[in-house]
């Protein structure tokens, strides 16, 4: 998988995470930016940082934080494409400005 993921330039640990998950479309969504490795190098931080004590976490902190997360990254992916769209209309606008009135 790793060399399939490496010839095809995508994330390999999101081609997992879409079969878990049942999204084909995620492993596609994730192929640029790398979202399921560097949630793992995330995750593998936390667990040398946090150790034994990771196993005090229940459940209920971990959505709720995992919740959060997610949101915020929903938003800013939003945001980010509101910000897109309005960029490409301004240089669309300053490309090619509306014609002057005839009316004049």
């Known amino acids: 998988?790793?060399?399939?993921?490496e010839a095809t330039q995508s994330d390999a640990y999101?081609?997992?995470?879409?079969?878990w998950i049942?999204?084909?479309e995620f492993a596609v969504r994730c192929a640029d930016n790398k979202l399921m490795t560097i949630l793992i190098m995330a995750l593998q931080d936390f667990d040398a940082a946090a150790g034994d004590d990771?196993?005090?976490?229940?459940?209920?902190?971990?959505?709720t934080a995992f919740d959060t997360l997610f949101q915020t990254l929903a938003t800013e992916a939003q945001?980010?494409?509101?910000?897109?769209?309005?960029?490409?209309v301004e240089r669309l606008r300053r490309l090619a400005p509306a014609p002057k009135s005839t009316d004049e």
């Open 54 to 63: 990771l196993a005090r976490l229940d459940a209920r902190t971990l959505i």
């Open 22 to 24: 049942a999204s084909p």
């Open 79 to 88: 945001r980010r494409n509101v910000t897109t769209d309005s960029e490409i």
């Open 14 to 19: 999101a081609i997992f995470a879409s079969l």
């Open 1 to 5: 998988m790793q060399a399939f993921a």
